[in-house]
């Protein structure tokens, strides 16, 4: 706690963690590279300098604030300093900015720009990469790197995997998996959140516009969508809207107007899920286990356990994820659509994350040859297919998704953030069913930002223990403390990334804080939706105890083995 002297303001501080954070509080966009304030500090890329009254020059990023500090962050030796390594990372950056997948969001580029480097001075000595194709979702390309480290930091610190590493010195140092391997020989989880990290286009996401593109523009395809629970409330964000802002109606609107035949809703197939993963974990307590049974809706952690947990794999809920239940309802009601109109149904799933892209071309999806889901889509694609076809998304009128699988419930729209497939399934196990206890679930402790939550609900004469975890780093030690038997869990909710789907790393770009924007916009949906339980969603109800019965094994259910 103090007062600094920033460019002769007077700025109080209280808690900051570094002077940067006090210079950005100040209201000046210090530039950055390496410093990502959800990671440790690594104080590498020295774009944040500052200079202090005796001359000396350092890095805010590695500064502890002190009081009666005074610095100044805009001398003519920092603009020097700071552009003189813009133009050294430009010698060795590949500069195809036309053509780049990061041109307009690139920090390299904007920087480039904002200190007005026109010409580079320097040759290239760095060897060429090669690109590296070989994740079903991420695309490596080493040329763009400029080593800030930050997708080390977010494997290692928030994920818990070390995927990414620096390799070689000098100026063949590189950032690659160990080894030299491809990304797609490791046990990378696809979650992406590399990709969400890098200030450049060193590490994106893989791009499937074209064949989004293509499909709509095919008369023999029917266009099927599917939409995510956390979309809605991030898609707006590229458009002018608030981070939270509902906007599926303008979503559907958009689509029709690309050529999108139907428009569907994930919601319904996470209600499916509640029904079936309720079902489930009521015939496990029958049967006295295994327990904790994990959720099974994250593609990543599923892959997690499966290459380094496989003993837990019996545990995960043999429910496949909402996308994948949809897909399969929908391929299984539309093949006689399709024989009697000869047009093939063509699905895409709009999605938060890229490691959907990866659980979309798992075998056990696919049937002969063809997959459940053709298509995923990131928000970030969506929105560049949106701004493509010229779409003044703001402005547009909202339309509702169609019927009948664009119905679901409030219990399936918060399963985009975290504790929200708990708290859908415990809506359901509980046996009663009155406003009071949808609160007392609400307020149990399920909703939050804590990385490791735990509850306790009365179900019959049982008291349950329900865990929710977010962040696969604090997975890892929820597993590790269940493992040794320092925990016990009936239910465990894991969402790879941090906050949940809303955080995902398909969406835009955002910091925390922004995400939680988007959680509470999923969680007023809820408040506002006129059903709020799934077992009262009349389609999942009809389909289920009609078309469906006997049969959901097959459709809705999925067995991960090694
Ligand atoms: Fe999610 Fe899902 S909630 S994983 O975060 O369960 O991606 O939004 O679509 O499948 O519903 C992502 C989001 C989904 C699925 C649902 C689940
Ligand atoms: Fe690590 Fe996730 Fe990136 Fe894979 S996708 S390298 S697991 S951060």
Request: glycine content about 8%; hydrophobic content about 35%.
């Amino acid at each position: 706690k103090g007062i600094m002297y920033i460019d002769g303001q007077r700025v109080p501080f209280d808690g900051e963690k570094n002077v940067l954070a006090v210079i950005r509080k100040a209201g000046i966009d210090m530039p950055t590279f390496c410093y990502y304030s959800e990671l440790s500090v690594y104080g590498a890329c020295r774009m944040c300098v500052v200079e202090d009254e005796r001359g000396k020059i350092d890095a805010s990023c590695s500064m502890e604030p002190r009081d009666g500090m005074v610095i100044r962050t805009n001398t003519a030796r920092l603009l020097k300093h700071r552009r003189m390594i813009l133009e050294l990372m430009l010698s060795s950056h590949c500069r195809d900015c036309t053509t780049c997948e990061k041109n307009g969001s690139c920090r390299l580029q904007e920087l480039a720009l904002r200190f007005g480097v026109r010409h580079v001075r320097f040759k290239d000595t760095r060897p060429h990469y090669e690109i590296d194709t070989s994740s079903p979702a991420i695309v490596r390309d080493p040329n763009k790197c400029i080593l800030c480290g930050d997708c080390i930091r977010v494997c290692e610190e928030m994920q818990g995997m070390g995927i990414l590493n620096f390799a070689h010195r000098g100026s063949d140092l590189v950032v690659c998996p160990a080894f030299d391997r491809k990304l797609g020989e490791t046990n990378c989880i696809s979650c992406g959140q590399c990709a969400a990290a890098c200030p450049t286009g060193a590490i994106t996401i893989f791009n499937e516009i074209g064949r989004g593109w293509r499909a709509l523009h095919d008369p023999k395809k029917r266009v099927v969508f599917q939409i995510a629970p956390a979309v809605r409330v991030a898609v707006g964000e590229a458009f002018g809207l608030e981070p939270g802002v509902n906007a599926i109606n303008k979503l559907v609107s958009a689509l029709k107007m690309m050529g999108a035949d139907e428009v569907y809703d994930t919601t319904f197939g996470a209600d499916l899920t509640v029904m079936e993963e309720a079902d489930e974990f009521l015939e496990r307590l029958k049967k006295g286990g295994p327990f904790p049974m994990f959720t099974s809706c994250c593609p990543a952690w599923v892959k997690y356990v499966e290459e380094e947990r496989p003993h837990f794999l019996k545990n995960i809920s043999t429910c496949k994820s909402p996308m994948e239940m949809f897909a399969a309802v929908l391929k299984d009601q539309y093949a006689r659509k399709d024989e009697e109109d000869g047009r093939t149904t063509y699905h895409i799933a709009i999605m938060p994350c890229t490691a959907k892209k990866m659980e979309a071309k798992r075998p056990e999806f696919q049937h002969d040859g063809k997959p459940d889901v053709d298509l995923v889509l990131t928000t970030q694609e969506i929105i560049m297919m949106i701004k493509e076809s010229g779409i003044r998304f703001a402005e547009l009128e909202g339309e509702s998704p169609d019927l009948p699988f664009g119905m679901g419930t409030g219990a399936a729209t918060i399963f985009g953030t975290t504790g929200g497939v708990a708290e859908a399934v415990a809506r359901r196990v509980v046996e009663d069913k009155s406003k009071n206890t949808l609160q007392a679930i609400q307020f149990s402790g399920i909703r939050g930002s804590e990385t490791i939550r735990a509850v306790t609900l009365p179900v019959g004469d049982r008291a349950l223990r329900i865990a929710v975890v977010h962040g696969l780093v604090n997975a890892q030690k929820l597993l590790d403390d269940i493992e040794s038997g320092q925990e016990y869990f009936d239910l465990v909710e894991v969402m790879t990334c941090k906050t949940g789907c809303v955080g995902g790393a398909g969406q835009p770009y955002g910091l925390i804080p922004v995400k939680q924007q988007r959680a509470e916009g999923l969680y007023e949906a809820d408040r506002t939706a006129l059903i709020k339980r799934s077992e009262r969603n009349p389609i999942v109800t009809k389909l289920l105890e009609g078309a469906m019965k006997g049969r959901t094994h097959q459709l809705l259910h999925v067995e991960y083995k090694r």
